[in-house]
């Protein structure tokens, strides 16, 4: 009985929904390699960056570098969630578990998050060309989809890491359900994720050395709690 009791306390204290604290509690814990871990995400998105500056090269190679930064940034999320949801279980952030996590997430990277992603791609076309055609009704549906879509996002690489089984109709499926079960908790950790993205769009210095990181440290310990609690 005591036993029990003593499972059932560990279980209500980490299902605690103190998301932001611990997040940054992980991120100040080791923060040198994180910034190393950042770092290495944000290079991926360097080839991507001269496509869209330099519009004088060749068509033909700021596709190649547009491409190659695409494929690049969803292995270095996988790999980054793989690499933190471990972290999270009090594991030593090193190279050899970066290593490990990139070989372990590869598949998941293109076969899970790569289609569930691709999807605000889309959407964004769909916006662009109602735009257009002045169809503003159909233009507000598809942003309000894409909010939606945001918010379900935020479970779609936790999700990945904790059930290597659930394909990617499987994320979604979950991260609705996730998201229906614990809509306050949610929205609240979506909010938390808008600060460091708004920190890195509005300075290089956030971008390079905070924002990804702390997204996806946010949303693993928001799926953590969520989860707990189911």
Sequence with gaps: MDNRRNKTKALEMQADPKILRQSFTLWRARWKAMLLLNLAWVAQAVPLF??????????????????????ALVLATATIFGTLNQVSDGIQLNPSLVWRSLKSQFT???????????????????????IGENLFIEATLIRLVILILGILSLYWGPAMVDVPALSAIGLFIASYKLTWHRQGMTLLAGLYCLAPLALGLLTILGLLLVAPVMVVLIQLQLFRAVAVRR
């Design 50 to 71: 001269f496509a869209l500056a330099f519009t004088t090269w060749p068509y033909a190679l700021r596709i190649a570098l547009s491409i190659y930064s695409v494929l």
């Design 108 to 130: 998941n990277a293109y076969l899970k998050l790569l289609p569930l992603y691709s999807l605000f791609f889309w959407l964004i076309l769909a916006d662009r060309w109602a």
